[in-house]
Structure formats: structure tokens, C-alpha cells
């Protein structure tokens, strides 16, 4: 007889459009070059230096004969990243602007029409920057500048009175396979690795969902929907799960909230081999409610 192993599910966080929208920068031109020379190169977004350099044909496929040799010298350079992209007036009519950076290898400072905006040192996370008092009408100018990781890791190692095993990657926040395995080169690379977004939001902001299982049987499956939501106005807003909406207040600031939700009769997740992989999509939407006064009118005879 088979058995049910897991019930799963996907969920996707939607607003409406008059409140969330988002820009993908990625696809921007977008050039890079060593910080010791002035001329620039295209570069790819998401990618690595590494990859741009390949690309550019200034150094050879590392993965190739003895070439991992010939690239050693790239995790002792600085490497800058630089594009521009326009901004509407209309654009600068949302409440909040954030520039979100999905992935940063490693040690960088972002720099937004020349203003420091953002230092990071960790590739692992995601980074959230509320920029629109650096936004201007037309052509701006978004720059990324990465600092050697190597280097950086030696700084940190130097204020450490003792040896540290695998020093200095065990400084860094980064991936340390980058650094040399048993099945992989040494590559230390650099550069912009997950997608660049400009996100214009207003009222309200979903930042996490978390969906936790309470309940499964072959009748219902039992969930809560757990949420982040930032809001910038207090009061009544709309929680909708898949067309199931409810009401909740949010304060303003830091909001956590949890939404009972139940599927009747639930397909359950099946293994290769045992059944159907089934899977639910839950689409999530904030709304904020709007008050409507009323006034009663009188007719006359």
C-alpha cells in the first residue's frame, strides 16, 4: 500500500500593483574593471569576474589544462561594477524606493550617484537599501566596488592573537570551496552573483512568509501562515490567501502576523516511483483598506 510521505506546497508573495511594483536591474548595461585601470569592459549581471574576464578574453578558461595557474593573480585585485538606469518623476511618486542586491561576493562599498549608500561583507545574504532621497529625475549612476577577499581576510586574521585553521578564508563570509577543494580549482572570485532590483512600495511592505504544517489528514490540511510586514501606516489591511481575505491591523513599523489557512481533502507529495509530486501554489495579497465616509442624503417632495 502506498504510503504519503509529505504534503508540500509553492507560494508566491504578490501585492497590488498600485502599492509594490519592481524593476529588474540586472539587465542594464553594466561594465566592469580593475580599480588600478581605467578602461571598462561588459560585464554580466548576475556573474563573476572571473566569467567577465573569460568573456572579455583576458584570461583563458581556468578549468582547462594547467590555466587555474594563469588566474591566480585576480583574488589580489580590487574590481569595480558600474551601470545606469533611468528614473521617472512618476517613479519618485511611490513613498519607499529599495535597492536590493540578492547576492554580493563579498567585501564591497555601493555607491548610488556617488554617494557611499551601502558597505557588505558577506556573500550569503540578501541587502536592502532604502535609496530614494539618492534617486534623481533621468540618468543615475550605481556602482559597485569589491575589495579583494583575500586581503580582506588577511586583515582580520592580523587582529586575531593566535593562528586560526584555514586562515584567512575562515574570516570570510564567503564560499569557501572558492578558495580550493579536492574536487575544484582555486578560484577566488569577485562580483555581483544574484540579481539587482529596484522595489517602489507604499503603506506596506510583505517581507517573509512562512508556512507552518499543523494539521494533515486525508480530510484537511491545517496550516498558519506566518508573515513580516513592514507598514508605514497603521490601521485596518486586507490578508489575502489565494482569494481568502481577512482582516488584520498592522502598526506602524515591524509587523508579525499569523493567518490560519485549510485545504480540504489535500493531494498528498508522493517520491518518485510511489505517485503525483503534488505541489500548492499559495498567492498571497496585502491590501490596505480605504475608510469611505457616507452621508445621508435627504430628497425633498
Not at 566592469?32 to 569592459?41: D, S
Not at 577543494?181 to 552573483?193: C, E
Not at 486525508?218 to 501606516?233: P, R, V, W
Not at 515591524?254 to 490560519?260: A, E, F, H, Q, T
Amino acid at each position: 500500500m502506498k504510503k504519503s510521505i509529505l504534503f508540500a506546497f509553492l507560494f508566491t508573495q504578490i501585492f497590488t500593483s498600485a502599492q509594490f511594483s519592481e524593476r529588474n536591474l540586472s539587465s542594464e548595461k553594466w561594465r566592469f574593471k580593475n580599480t588600478k585601470e581605467n578602461n571598462w569592459l561588459t560585464a554580466s549581471v548576475p556573474g563573476t569576474v572571473h566569467l567577465d574576464l573569460m568573456n572579455n578574453k583576458i584570461i583563458p578558461d581556468p578549468y582547462k589544462d594547467e590555466n587555474e595557474k594563469k588566474v591566480q593573480w585576480i583574488e589580489n585585485e580590487n574590481w569595480d561594477y558600474q551601470t545606469s538606469f533611468n528614473i521617472t518623476s512618476k517613479d519618485l511618486e511611490n513613498q519607499n524606493i529599495d535597492l536590493v542586491f540578492e547576492g554580493l561576493d563579498t567585501f564591497s562599498e555601493v555607491y548610488l550617484n556617488g554617494i557611499l549608500i551601502q558597505t557588505t561583507d558577506n556573500m550569503f545574504r540578501k541587502w536592502t537599501i532604502p535609496v530614494k532621497q539618492y534617486l534623481k529625475t533621468g540618468e543615475n549612476i550605481l556602482q559597485v566596488k569589491f575589495k579583494s577577499s583575500l586581503n580582506a581576510g588577511k586583515e582580520f586574521a592580523k587582529k586575531v592573537p593566535f593562528t586560526m585553521p584555514e586562515s584567512p578564508r575562515s574570516f570570510v563570509r564567503k564560499a569557501q570551496y572558492q578558495f580550493g577543494w579536492d574536487w575544484g580549482p582555486r578560484l577566488v572570485t569577485a562580483g555581483i552573483w544574484k540579481d539587482v532590483k529596484l522595489n517602489f512600495w507604499n503603506i506596506a511592505r510583505l517581507d517573509h512568509v512562512k508556512i507552518e504544517q499543523k494539521i494533515l489528514t486525508k480530510q484537511k490540511a491545517d496550516l498558519n501562515i506566518h508573515a513580516e510586514i513592514f507598514a508605514t501606516e497603521e490601521g485596518k489591511y486586507s490578508f489575502s490567501i489565494n482569494g481568502k481575505s481577512q482582516n488584520i491591523s498592522l502598526k506602524s513599523g515591524l509587523n508579525l502576523v499569523s493567518i490560519p489557512y485549510q485545504i480540504q481533502n489535500p493531494k498528498f507529495w508522493q517520491p518518485n516511483g510511489w505517485g503525483k509530486p503534488n505541489l500548492y501554489n499559495l498567492k498571497i495579497t496585502l491590501k490596505k483598506i480605504k475608510k469611505i465616509s457616507m452621508k445621508n442624503l435627504k430628497g425633498s417632495d
